[in-house]
């Protein structure tokens, strides 16, 4: 008879991050730093760590033994995220609790985060590849560099060997190539669109979540450690009009329009 693969224990962590809805129209607060948020503006999961924490529960549904911490840094709204990941099927959540409202620097939440987990024996970190408002995708590596772990960026395929302790990861590269590597656990991943499709919460998991005591660890703006940038100001960007108006017939126009987009590279 076949040998049936011996049972392993791992932690995950998947970061999260709660952000204004895509849609909600932009207005930038009085002191230009930030946008203006008030008591009626939308929330959401940041779309791109909905990705990370499928790919967790996808492994976890591969790998019975394995349970799932999910964590995100803010103010009071940043709870929220984690709830919605609660709601989906992780195990745990934890909320570091910052003061500051508004922009927080990518290093000030890699730093707290990696601070958490320090002794947390976590197998497997991921998020999402970048914030849906930031869009820096810093994170995920600061993380990795903090604890000293491998990081893959851009992950669109995983698969783990726990017998092994490696995790075999292929990543988006430009020109729709890949790029292949195994990492030794433990390992920081940041995951991209499309690897999965996250699913909804389940009412008894979003039950579950209400009842259950989530993990707090308050941060006063004393203990963050200094940001490595500052937001100097918001802008919104001028809005202008530029375009070429194509002339002559209808074949002089699609040879002139053709060789534009070979130009700019569109068309090759």
Known sequence: MPSTPRAFTMKILVCVKQVIESETTIRIDDSEKWIHTDKSTPYRMNRFDEFAVEEALLIKEKFPYVTIDVISV??????????????????????????????????????????????????????????????????????????????????????????NGTVYVEREIEGGLRDTLELSLPAVLTIQTGINKPRYPSLSNVLRAKKQKMETIEVSSSEQPEPKERVVRLALPKKSRSGVVLEGTQQEKAAQLLQILRDKSILT
């Open 74 to 163: 803010g103010p009071a709204i940043s709870v929220m995220a984690v709830k919605r990941a609660l709601g989906m099927g992780a195990d745990h959540g934890i909320h570091i609790i910052t003061e500051q409202e508004g922009y927080l620097s990518p290093y000030v939440t890699a730093s707290l985060i990696a601070s958490f987990a320090q002794d947390k024996n976590f197998d497997l970190i991921l998020a999402g590849v970048m914030a849906e408002d930031h869009m820096q995708g810093q994170v995920g590596p600061m993380i990795a560099e903090l604890l000293s772990l491998p990081c893959a960026t851009s992950t669109i395929f995983e698969r783990l060997s726990p017998n």
